[in-house]
C-alpha cells in the first residue's frame, strides 16, 4: 500500500515523461517528507535544509532515472542519506582538530591494522547483513528508520543486525593477535 502522504504514482508518471506542471506538483508534494528525511538524518538544521533542496533540485532534473514509480519515497530517502553523509563528511575534513595525546608511530599503525580488520570483517558479512549494520551502527540510525528504509519489519531488522554483529566478532576473534615484541612486518607476514 502506498504511503498518502507522498504524490501519487500518477503524478510521477506524468513527471517522468516530462510534464512540466507535474514535475512542479511532485517536488512541491514532496517537498514536507524530503524535509522530515533530512531533518532526522543530518546532523544541523542548516545541513538538513540544504540536503533537502539539494534532494529537490535531483527530483527535479532526474526523475526520469526513477525506475518504478512506486519507488519514490525510497529514492528520495537514499538522496537525502548521500546528501547528508556528504555534507557530514565535509564537515569532519574541515572541523579542527582536537587536542588529544600524541601516539606514537607503533600505536597509530596498530590502531590502523585494527580499523582495516574490522572493515575487511564488515566487508565480509553478505549484503543484507552488511547493509543493515552500517546504517545502524556506523551511520547511527534508529532501528525503526533502519526496518523502514530496507522494507523490513523491526523484528528482522533486530534478526539480521544480531547476526551481523555475531559474524564480526568471530571474525575479528579469528584475527592472531600481535605477539608483544613483534615487528609490525611480523604481524603484516602472518596475515593470509
Given at each position: 500500500?502506498?504511503?498518502?502522504?507522498w504524490?501519487?504514482?500518477?503524478?510521477?508518471?506524468?513527471?517522468q515523461?516530462?510534464?512540466?506542471?507535474?514535475?512542479?506538483?511532485?517536488?512541491?508534494?514532496?517537498?514536507?517528507?524530503?524535509?522530515?528525511?533530512?531533518?532526522?538524518?543530518?546532523?544541523?538544521?542548516?545541513?538538513?535544509?540544504?540536503?533537502?533542496?539539494?534532494?529537490?533540485?535531483?527530483?527535479?532534473?532526474?526523475?526520469?532515472?526513477?525506475?518504478?514509480?512506486?519507488?519514490?519515497?525510497?529514492?528520495?530517502?537514499?538522496?537525502?542519506?548521500n546528501?547528508?553523509?556528504?555534507?557530514?563528511?565535509?564537515?569532519?575534513t574541515?572541523?579542527?582538530?582536537?587536542?588529544?595525546?600524541?601516539?606514537?608511530?607503533?600505536?597509530?599503525v596498530?590502531?590502523?591494522?585494527?580499523?582495516?580488520?574490522?572493515?575487511?570483517?564488515i566487508?565480509?558479512?553478505?549484503?543484507?547483513q552488511?547493509?543493515?549494520?552500517?546504517?545502524?551502527?556506523?551511520?547511527?540510525?534508529?532501528?525503526?528508520?533502519?526496518?523502514?528504509?530496507?522494507?523490513?519489519?523491526?523484528?528482522?531488522?533486530k534478526?539480521?543486525?544480531?547476526?551481523?554483529?555475531t559474524?564480526?566478532?568471530?571474525?575479528?576473534?579469528?584475527?592472531?593477535?600481535?605477539?608483544?615484541?613483534?615487528?609490525?612486518?611480523?604481524?603484516?607476514?602472518?596475515?593470509?
Open positions: 500500500m502506498a504511503d498518502p502522504s504524490p501519487g504514482e500518477q503524478l510521477v508518471v506524468a513527471a515523461r516530462g510534464d512540466a506542471e507535474a514535475i512542479s506538483a511532485l517536488v512541491s508534494g514532496s517537498h514536507p517528507n524530503v524535509r522530515r528525511f533530512a531533518r532526522s538524518l543530518c546532523a544541523t538544521p542548516e545541513d538538513a535544509e540544504d540536503a533537502a533542496q539539494e534532494a529537490l533540485i535531483i527530483l527535479y532534473r532526474k526523475i526520469g532515472m526513477l525506475r518504478a514509480s512506486g519507488a519514490l519515497a525510497s529514492w528520495m530517502f537514499r538522496i537525502v542519506r546528501e547528508c553523509l556528504r555534507r557530514a563528511r565535509t564537515l569532519r574541515h572541523a579542527p582538530l582536537p587536542d588529544a595525546a600524541v601516539h606514537s608511530a607503533e600505536e597509530v596498530l590502531q590502523r591494522i585494527e580499523a582495516s580488520e574490522v572493515a575487511e570483517a566487508a565480509a558479512l553478505p549484503a543484507e552488511r547493509g543493515v549494520l552500517i546504517m545502524r551502527d556506523i551511520q547511527g540510525y534508529s532501528g525503526r528508520m533502519v526496518a523502514e528504509a530496507l522494507g523490513l519489519s523491526t523484528a528482522a531488522m534478526s539480521r543486525l544480531h547476526r551481523a554483529r559474524a564480526v566478532q568471530q571474525a575479528l576473534r579469528a584475527t592472531p593477535e600481535p605477539e608483544s615484541g613483534d615487528s609490525h612486518e611480523d604481524v603484516q607476514s602472518r596475515r593470509p
